[in-house]
Structure formats: C-alpha cells, structure tokens
C-alpha cells in the first residue's frame, strides 16, 4: 500500500507540462557540468597536461575547502528576499547570474595556456587551476543551489514532484548522452588540443541549453508571492547556525545529507577512473565510451516508468532505500571485466539501478526541506541545498587525498601512451568498483536506520505547510 496519501491539489497552483519540460533543461547543467569535471579534469591534468599527480591532489584538495566554504556562504548570504525579488524572484536572476559565468570558467579550465603546460616550473600551472577551478565552482554553486531549492517550491504536490523528477531525470539525460558523444568522438589519447576543441562544442550546446531553461525557472507571480509571506510574517534572518543546528537535528536531514556524500564520493571515484578503465584497462580507444554511454542510457530511460510507478506505489523513500542496495551490486563488476561487451551489458544494470536513484531524488530531498521549512516558518531551501553541497564537496577532497595514494602505491605511469602494470590495473579496478561499492553498503544501512519522514509523518509535512500558506 502507498506510504504517500495525496492530498488536495487546488490550493497550490498547478506546473504546467511546457514550463515543466523547459525547467528540466536546467538540470542539464547541473547534472552534465558535474560529471564532466569529475570525468575528465583530474585525468586530464595528470596525463595531457602533466601536472605532478601529488601536486593535482594536493589542487584538489584546495579546491574541495574552498566548496565546503563557498557552498554554505553563498546559500546563506543569497537566500533571502532582495530589492529586485518581487519583480524578478527568488531563485530566477541567481540562476541566470552564475550560469552564463560558469560556462565560460569551465571552458578556461581545459584552455590552459601553452606556456604554462610547457613550463617546467608546476607551481604556475598548479596556481591557475585552483584560481579558474574555485572561481567556476563559486559560479556554478549560485546556480546549481538555486535551481535545486527552485525544485522544491515550483513543485508542491507529490504527484508534481514524481512527475517533474522522472521529466528532469528523462530529459537530461536524453541531453547527456547527445552531448556526452562530443569528448569520446573528438578526443585522441595524448592531443591536448582536441579535448580543448571537444570542450568547446560541449560549452556552445550546454548555452543553448541554459536558454531554453529560462521559462521554466522563471517563478510565476503566485510563487514570488510565496517567497515573500514568509519574511513578511517573520523578517528577521534565522542567524547561520541557529539553521545548521535545527536543520541538522533532524533525523532525515541528517541521513541523507550523509548519505549523498558517500555517493557522491563512490560516484566521484568511479567516474573519474572512466578514461583510465578505456585506456589502460580495456586498452581502446575513448570513442567506445559511446557504447556503454548508449547501454547505460538505455537503461535509465527505460527503467523510469518502472521506477515511478514503484515510487508511487511503495513511497519515494522506500524505492530510494532500494537503489543504494542494488547500487552495491552494481558497481562490483568493474573488477573483472576486460571486454567492451561485458562492459555494456553491466552499464544496462547501472542505468536501471540509477534510474530508480534519480526518479526518487527530487521527491526526497524536497520532503527533508519541507519539514525544515516549517520549523523555520520561511523557504530557506537554498541555504540546506548548500549544506548538502558542501558535504557533496568533502568527496572532493577525499577523492584528491586518495587516487595520488592509489597511483603512488600501484606505480602508475602518466605517460598517455604507456602499458600499465598489472599492479596499476588492479588499482584502477579499486578505485572504479570495490570502493564504490563499499560505500553505497554503508549508505543504505544509514538511510535504513535513520530516514523517517515516511507514511504519516510525510504527510502531516505538507498538510501543515497548507495551514501555513508557504
């Protein structure tokens, strides 16, 4: 039976389709520019450019202080009303503020200057990236943080929130894949300079994206008018840590922003080694990422109707409980395989296990920052979307910490053309599979034991925010 009972959906405006469809090509960005920096970035600075792999770890690790710092900042310093608010919205110019920037700082991070790559001092080359990469997560944590807690208050009902997390899962990912192409198809091992032009075509598509997301996030006049009741009745801003404190006494709250920094860590390890599995443990080409992109496609796509109907049927909460179990199982295989067909059939697997995680998404994390919303008595999502954020960013710094242990232990050889030792390719292996594995075992045993905002407890959630106009 539903742990979810659907309550009136007349009192809060109604998402249409087309503004539905249009916010989902946000999501491209946030989803796209994440994953393309996890994938391409530390490899790409370790083997093209050549920067010392402790030296990359130790700008790494730099750059996941300055997010755990920024993240929470700028959600707080950002995530109230402003002169324009009324007018524009909340979330609207924000958005548009850090996405155009963010574009253009992703691009510099690949266009390093010749003369710094040439140079046989590092330290000027370690000194750009953390200045353009910092400079680029400042941009994107204004937008990613504002389009996540525009989720929440641009879709209220569970129904809305289902049906707009299967359309923003569907729909960029449909966009990533079309774009994800564009690296494996122009990319050579070992010619820096057709990454830079990959990562150019990547840029250009990714603008025309953000354009076409400006309907969708433009807040309507009933949503502004929401925004403001809050800090009408209550306009004196919650101090910093009065919110971390109430918001982390939540159990919920608590478990999964936990929780998503171990994925966040697994999936950061596992996408990260992508390039080094292609080159140096399958030994192809990176144009066959294609396949496995397509089969993992495939099999997200595929599996979201299932997914949603389960989520509906079972509850979110129980569905995403499920996801990090099978993920256990899922990431296990990178530790035997050695053929671009097994490599196939396994990325099918994880795009059905990953279309039950991103379907369930949206929907939990909007209940965590419902029951926050009305201890507070005013819409602060951006703030808590910055705490998840900057424990998201931790895995960043345990992900610069440990790949320069793993490839000094195993004697990787950066090399682009090199033949790698059995040593290095078990530790490749690792870092792709077992890790990762292991850390979604201890997700779902935290998530099991302490997520509660269930069944009538849930529901009690969005009757109260009803009662209180927000």
Known sequence: MNEESEIDL????QVSLKKTLSFSFGWILFFFLSTQFTVYVFYYYNVEVGMPVVLLGFAFVIFAIWNAINDPLIGYLTDRP????KRLGMRFPWILIGGIPMLICYYLIFAVP???VESSDPWPLFLYFIIISCVSDTFYTLYTTHLGAAFTSHFRTDAERRRASAINTTIPLILQVVIGFVVPMFYIYGDRQSMIFAQTIVVLLLFVALIIAIPGIRESKDLKERFLKGYEVKPERDPYFKLVKDAFRRKSFSATLLCFMLLTFG????????????KDVLGLPFAYAVFTGLAGFIGMVGSIPFWSNMSKKYGHAKIMKISFLLMVFSYLPGLWITTIEEAIIFAITGGIVGGAFWVTLGPVVADVYDECTISTGKHQEATYEAFRAFFNRLAFALVGILIPIIQIITLYDPDPHAVQTSLAIIGIRIQRSLIPSLLCLLAFIIMHRWYNLVGEKQVAVKKKLKEMGL
């Open 10 to 13: 007349l009192e809060w405006e």
């Open 82 to 85: 402003f002169r324009w608010t």
């Open 114 to 116: 010749d003369s710094l």
């Open 267 to 278: 999936s950061t390890l596992a996408a990260l080694s992508t390039v080094y599995f292609f």
